[in-house]
């Protein structure tokens, strides 16, 4: 079946840009949405941005100055770069897969830890 | 703060019905069908339990119930079973622009 898996450093500086690459198996990334969300410590989750297969996209209003999402169709991997971090982008960040149609979230991966820290 | 509003604990014993609430505003939960419900136990991925208010995913127990009145969404888990007890969280379409918000959480415990 359909699994997606984050990966990327889990250590990032101040000031510098966060990774992440979510890697699609066991399907295509064609033909669907997907999207990236964090949690931060003690709060409840937050969306961050979606991408088409096609490449169009949309972004979390308060992160959008920061934030690039883009698609690898060719590897099966979308990814996500923030910019600029502090300490409060500390979360666990994971990928998950729209449904087709829906607002909802079909498929998620098990999710990553971000720590931002000198 | 999260942008949708749900209790942070509920509980209940095995056999028993709980119900789990999600309070947004006239911009979210009340102006769109579009409230989903996610389960997660620890160190899990989130599972997708309801969507559009009351639709359940295949393989999703009928035990598990969604609704709306207003611009409050309900989540009601009947005949509770200790596998129940995880984290649930609701989310609302909130339009194009800031497209989905998440409530803070509520920890369901089954006593």
């Known amino acids: 079946q359909v699994q997606l898996q984050e990966s990327g450093p889990g250590l990032v500086k101040p000031s510098e840009t966060l990774s992440l690459t979510c890697t699609v198996s066991?399907?295509?990334?064609?033909?669907?949405?997907w999207s990236w969300i964090r949690q931060l410590p003690g709060k409840g989750p937050e969306w961050i941005a979606y991408i088409y297969s096609s490449g169009s996209t949309n972004y979390n209003p308060s992160l959008k100055s920061r934030v690039t999402i883009s698609v690898d169709t060719s590897n099966n991997q979308f990814s996500l770069r923030l910019r600029s971090v502090t300490a409060a982008d500390t979360a666990v960040y994971s990928c998950?897969?729209?449904?087709?149609?829906?607002?909802?979230?079909?498929?998620w991966g098990q999710g990553t830890v971000v720590t931002v820290s000198s | 703060q999260s942008a949708l509003t749900q209790p942070p604990s509920a509980s209940g014993s095995p056999g028993q019905s709980v119900t789990i609430s999600c309070t947004g505003t006239s911009s979210d939960v009340g102006a769109y069908n579009f409230v989903s419900w996610y389960q997660q136990h620890p160190g899990k991925a989130p599972k997708l339990m309801i969507y559009e208010v009351s639709k359940r995913p295949s393989g999703v127990p009928d035990r598990f119930s969604g609704s709306k009145s207003g611009n409050t969404a309900s989540l009601t888990v009947s005949g509770l079973q200790t596998e129940d007890e995880a984290d649930y969280y609701c989310?609302?379409?909130?339009?194009?622009?800031?497209?989905?918000?998440f409530g803070g959480g509520t920890k369901l415990t089954v006593l």
């Open positions: 998950a897969r729209i449904i087709t149609g829906a607002v909802a979230f079909d498929l």
């Open positions: 066991g399907g295509s990334i064609s033909g669907y949405y």
């Open positions: 989310t609302s379409f909130a339009g194009s622009n800031n497209w989905l918000l």
